[in-house]
C-alpha cells in the first residue's frame, strides 16, 4: 500500500473528480496560483487549467453564493473556503439559499454543491483562525456535512459528495493535512451516511469526529494500558448523525463520553449525548460525559492554546471518571 | 455605451427623481399597434391581480409578507419580453409581476399565495419564493442582495457547460447597492466576462430609507465605474423605454458575453409590504408619482397616438379580470398538502 497524506490524499480525491466529470471545477481564495492555502489543490492548475481550477478574490458571500448558483446552473462544483471562521461571510448564502432552495422551491431546484473548509486549532493561529463552528452547520436542514478524519476519508469523501443532489459541507480539520499512513491503490469507495468504529472496546464508548478522532485512539491507547477497553466511534457525518452505530455501541458498554472540539455550550457533542439519553437511557450505567474546547476564543500562547483544547490527558481522565462513576 | 442607452431616445436615459417623466416619451406608433398592446395587456395582468391579492389579503386568504408591485409593472413588462426560453431569471421578493409576465401561470401563482400544493413552489415558498423551473425562474429570493450572487453563478455555468446565447437577468432593488454582495457579485461579473443582465429597480426606498439617506453617491450607476461594467438608466414608468433599453442591454450583452447594469428609475405606489404604515414619505409624493403610473400615462398615449380605443382598454381589462377570477377560483379549489409531508424536498428524495 503506498504510502500517501491526508492532503494528497485530498489532492488525489480533486484530481480524480476534475477527470471523471466536466461539470466539476474547483474554485476559492489562492486555489490555483498559490497551490490552495493548504496546498490541497497544488499542481491541478497546470493540470486542469484557470477554467476549472479557478482563483477567486477575496469574496467569500460572492464566490460561495456563485457556487451555489453554478450548482443550479448543472455545473458541480467544489468550493473551498480557506476556514471556517471565513465561512461565516458566506453564511447567508449556504443557510439562507443553499440550504432552503429545494424546499421553498417545493423540491423544484436542487444545489449539488460541494463546500470545503478547514476547521480547528492546534497550531497557534489565535481566535481567528482556529475555531470548530460545524456545529452551526450541521444544525440546518438540507445541508450534509462531513468530516473526515483518516486518509481513506479524505480520498474517499469527495465522489459521493459530489454525486449528492443537495449541499454537501466538508470540514478539514487543520491539524489533520500532514497526517501520513498507507492507502490502497485503488482508493476504496467509502459511504457518506453512517458512522465508523475506529478502535473497538466493551468499557466505554468515546464518540469524536475530525481533528479529535487522533486524540480519541491516542486517548484509547492509554485507557487500554490502564485495563479500560475503550470503543471509539467517528461519526464522520456531522449532519444527519447516524446514531445507530452510536446507539449499537453505548448498548455494549453502557458508558458514553463525547469529544468535541467545538465549544460545550450548543455543541454537536450535546447534541449526541441528548439523543443517547432520549434513545438509550436505560442502557446507560452513569450519565453521558464530554470533553469539548474551554469556552474561550482560542487563545495565541501555546501552553493556553493546549489548555483550551480537548487533548488526551482531559480526554483519559474523562474516561476514567466515567468509568469509576455508578 | 456608459451612460445612456442606445436604441431608446436620448431623452430617455439620465431621469432622475424630480424631473418631469412624461417628457421622455417614446413614440409608440414605431412599435405597432399589437405589440403596445400587448405591453398594456400584461402591466394590467399583474395590476389586477396584484389588487385582487391586497384585497384576498385583506380577508386572510393570503398571510405572511406581501410585497405589492404596483407602480412599477413597466419594469418586468418591458424586460420580460426581449428574453427567450434558454435565459435564466432571479429576482427578489417583490416578484409576481416578474414570475407572471415571464410564463408562470397566474394559477399557480396564486394557488402559491394560499399556500396550497398546486402553488408553483407547492405551497412552501408564499408570495416571496415563487420558483418554477420549466421557465427557469430562479425565484423569489427574499434576502436582499441574495440573488446576486446566484445571478453570477447561473451565468458561470452557461458559460461553463456551455449554453451558448443563454443570458441571465438578475432583478433586484437599488436597497441592495448597499450590501456587500451587489459589489461582490458586480466585480465576478465584470472579472470573470459573465452573461448578466443586472437590472435595478430604484424605487428610491429602501423599505422606508430613501437612497439619499442611505448612499453616500445616489447616482448608482457611478459605482460601477469601478467594475468596469457598462450602465444605462431610463425612466421605469415607460413601458416603452423600458423594453428598448433592456433589448439593447441585452444585445450588448448577448454579443459581448459581458454583465451590464440597467437601471430603472420607477416608484411603489402601496406600502412596503403589508405592515408598513409609510410613516417615510409624504402622501402629496405618493401622488404626484401616480400622475406617472405606467399603465394609465401608456393608456393615454396610445389613445392620443390612434393605437387603441377605450373599448380595446376594457377588453385587455376585462380580460385580466377574468384571468384573475379563474386564478382565485383555481386557488379556492386548490388542497392543502397533507402535513405528513412536512418533510418532504429539505433534500433529495
Redesign the interface.
Known amino acids: 500500500m503506498p504510502a500517501t497524506s491526508y492532503r494528497e490524499a485530498l489532492r488525489a480525491a480533486h484530481r480524480e473528480a476534475l477527470q471523471r466529470d466536466a461539470?466539476v471545477?474547483v474554485m476559492g481564495e489562492d486555489v490555483g496560483r498559490y497551490g490552495g492555502s493548504y496546498a490541497v489543490t497544488k499542481g491541478l492548475l497546470e493540470e486542469f487549467g484557470e477554467?476549472r481550477v479557478r482563483d477567486?478574490?477575496l469574496?467569500e458571500?460572492?464566490?460561495?453564493?456563485?457556487?451555489?448558483?453554478?450548482?443550479?446552473?448543472?455545473?458541480r462544483?467544489i468550493v473551498e473556503v480557506m476556514t471556517v471562521n471565513f465561512s461565516l461571510l458566506a453564511l447567508?448564502?449556504i443557510v439562507?439559499?443553499a440550504a432552503a432552495?429545494?424546499?421553498?422551491?417545493?423540491?423544484?431546484?436542487?444545489v449539488p454543491v460541494v463546500i470545503r473548509m478547514a476547521t480547528g486549532a492546534g497550531r497557534q493561529l489565535a481566535a481567528q483562525h482556529s475555531h470548530s463552528l460545524e456545529v452551526w452547520y450541521a444544525h440546518v436542514?438540507?445541508l450534509?456535512v462531513l468530516a473526515p478524519a483518516t486518509l481513506a476519508d479524505a480520498r474517499g469523501m469527495l465522489w459521493p459528495a459530489l454525486q449528492?443532489?443537495?449541499p454537501v459541507l466538508i470540514f478539514e480539520h487543520a491539524q489533520l493535512y500532514n497526517l501520513e499512513g498507507d492507502l490502497p491503490d485503488p482508493a476504496p469507495v467509502v459511504d457518506i451516511s453512517r458512522a465508523a468504529v475506529r478502535r473497538a472496546g466493551d468499557d466505554v464508548t468515546i464518540v469524536t469526529y475530525g481533528g479529535s478522532l487522533p486524540r480519541a485512539l491516542a486517548a484509547a491507547g492509554t485507557l487500554a494500558e490502564q485495563g479500560i477497553a475503550a470503543e471509539v466511534i467517528d461519526l464522520r457525518v456531522l449532519r444527519p448523525l447516524d446514531m445507530a452505530t452510536v446507539l449499537a455501541s453505548v448498548r455494549k458498554t453502557h458508558r458514553v463520553l463525547v469529544v468535541d472540539e467545538g465549544w460545550r455550550t450548543g455543541s454537536l457533542a450535546g447534541e449526541v449525548m441528548a439523543r443517547v439519553a432520549e434513545e438509550a437511557f436505560y442502557d446507560l450505567d452513569a450519565p453521558p460525559a464530554r470533553v469539548c474546547s474551554e469556552e474561550v476564543p482560542i487563545p495565541y500562547a501555546k501552553h493556553m492554546e493546549e489548555a483550551a483544547l480537548p487533548l488526551p490527558p482531559k480526554i483519559v481522565a474523562a474516561a476514567r471518571a466515567l468509568r469509576q462513576s455508578a | 455605451m456608459n451612460g445612456s442607452v442606445p436604441g431608446g431616445s436620448p431623452g430617455a436615459a439620465g431621469v432622475r427623481r424630480g424631473e418631469a417623466l412624461s417628457r421622455y416619451a417614446i413614440d409608440p406608433a414605431a412599435h405597432g399597434r399589437e405589440f403596445c398592446l400587448a405591453r398594456l395587456a400584461d402591466m394590467l395582468r399583474v395590476r389586477r391581480m396584484e389588487e385582487r391579492c391586497a384585497q384576498l389579503y385583506g380577508e386572510g386568504k393570503i398571510r405572511g409578507f406581501l410585497h405589492l408591485y404596483i407602480g412599477e409593472e413597466a419594469v418586468a413588462a418591458g424586460v420580460m419580453p426581449n428574453l427567450a426560453p434558454v435565459d435564466?431569471v432571479v429576482a427578489t421578493y417583490r416578484e409576481h409581476g416578474h414570475a407572471l409576465l415571464r410564463g408562470v401561470s397566474m394559477n399557480a401563482i396564486m394557488a402559491e399565495m394560499y399556500g396550497k400544493q398546486e402553488?408553483?413552489?407547492?405551497?412552501?415558498?408564499g408570495s416571496m419564493?415563487l420558483?418554477?423551473?420549466a421557465t427557469r425562474f430562479?425565484?423569489?429570493?427574499a434576502?436582499v442582495g441574495?440573488g446576486?450572487?446566484?445571478?453570477?453563478?447561473?451565468?458561470?455555468?452557461?458559460t461553463?457547460?456551455p449554453?451558448p446565447g443563454a443570458v441571465t437577468v438578475c432583478f433586484f432593488g437599488e436597497g441592495a447597492v448597499a450590501e456587500?454582495?451587489f459589489h461582490?457579485?458586480m466585480?465576478?461579473a465584470s472579472?470573470w466576462q459573465l452573461p448578466v443582465l443586472f437590472v435595478c429597480e430604484n424605487n428610491l426606498y429602501a423599505m422606508g430609507t430613501a437612497l439619499s439617506r442611505s448612499e453616500a453617491e445616489i447616482d448608482l450607476t457611478k459605482k460601477l465605474a469601478g467594475y468596469g461594467i457598462d450602465t444605462g438608466h431610463v425612466n421605469g414608468m415607460n413601458v416603452l423605454a423600458v423594453h428598448d433599453a433592456a433589448r439593447q442591454a441585452l444585445a450588448q450583452v448577448r454579443e459581448s458575453r459581458r454583465p451590464f447594469f440597467l437601471e430603472l428609475h420607477t416608484y411603489r405606489f402601496r406600502a412596503h409590504s403589508m405592515f408598513d404604515p409609510e410613516l417615510y414619505r409624504d402622501k402629496a409624493e405618493v401622488e404626484r408619482w401616480k400622475t406617472h403610473g405606467p399603465i394609465h400615462t401608456f393608456t393615454d398615449k396610445l389613445k392620443a397616438a390612434g393605437l387603441m380605443t377605450e373599448a380595446d382598454f376594457q377588453r385587455l381589462d376585462a380580460a385580466a379580470m377574468a384571468e384573475v377570477d379563474a386564478a382565485v377560483a383555481f386557488a379556492e379549489a386548490g388542497t392543502w398538502e397533507p402535513a405528513t409531508q412536512l418533510g418532504?424536498?429539505?433534500?433529495?428524495p
Do not use: W
Open positions: 461539470r471545477f477554467a477567486t478574490p469574496s458571500l460572492g464566490f460561495v453564493g456563485a457556487g451555489i448558483g453554478a450548482a443550479m446552473g448543472g455545473m462544483p447567508d448564502a439562507n439559499t432552495l429545494r424546499h421553498m422551491s417545493g423540491g423544484q431546484f436542487g436542514p438540507g450534509k449528492d443532489p443537495d | 435564466n402553488g408553483c413552489s407547492r405551497g412552501r415558498g419564493h420558483f418554477d423551473r430562479y425565484g423569489g429570493n434576502i441574495g446576486l450572487p446566484l445571478a453570477v453563478g447561473l451565468a458561470l455555468a452557461d461553463m457547460l449554453r456587500g454582495a461582490e457579485s466585480n465576478l472579472l418532504r424536498d429539505v433534500t433529495a
